[in-house]
């Protein structure tokens, strides 16, 4: 069973940090992007970044220069970086694993984490 598990966030003020990180296990071979989507409160989920297993990255222009995506795959591991909150980046943030193979003859599939709440005070 594959499980996600996010950690970070938390309450902080405007201009203040936060990192995210995420933690993949389970019966996992492969993972080809993992990315964070955050869902505010009557909107819709949104893509806020994402990082291929060869490291290229891609950002919502939203949070371009503030945030940064890294990732560890030896330990099946994503962060992000997030300076410069907003108050508009209150949400909560899932961490998604796109393309996770648990075998190496098995298809791809996407797995989400439960979610973390980061609620930024203005």
């Known amino acids: 069973q594959v499980q996600l598990v996010e950690s970070g966030g938390g309450l902080v003020q405007a201009g203040g940090s936060l990192r995210l990180s995420c933690v993949a296990s389970?019966?996992?071979?492969?993972?080809?992007?993992m990315g964070w989507y955050r869902q505010a409160p009557g909107k819709q989920r949104e893509l806020v970044a994402s990082?291929?297993?060869?490291?290229?990255?891609n950002y919502a222009d939203s949070v371009k220069r503030r945030f940064t995506i890294s990732r560890d795959n030896a330990n099946k591991t994503v962060y992000l970086q997030m300076n410069s909150l907003r108050p508009e980046d209150t949400a909560v943030y899932y961490c998604?694993?796109?393309?996770?193979?648990?075998?190496?003859?098995?298809?791809?599939?996407?797995?989400w984490g439960k979610g973390t709440l980061v609620t930024v005070s203005s």
């Open positions: 389970g019966s996992i071979f492969s993972i080809n992007a």
């Open positions: 990082i291929t297993s060869g490291g290229a990255t």
């Open positions: 998604n694993a796109g393309g996770l193979r648990r075998h190496f003859y098995s298809y791809g599939e996407d797995y």
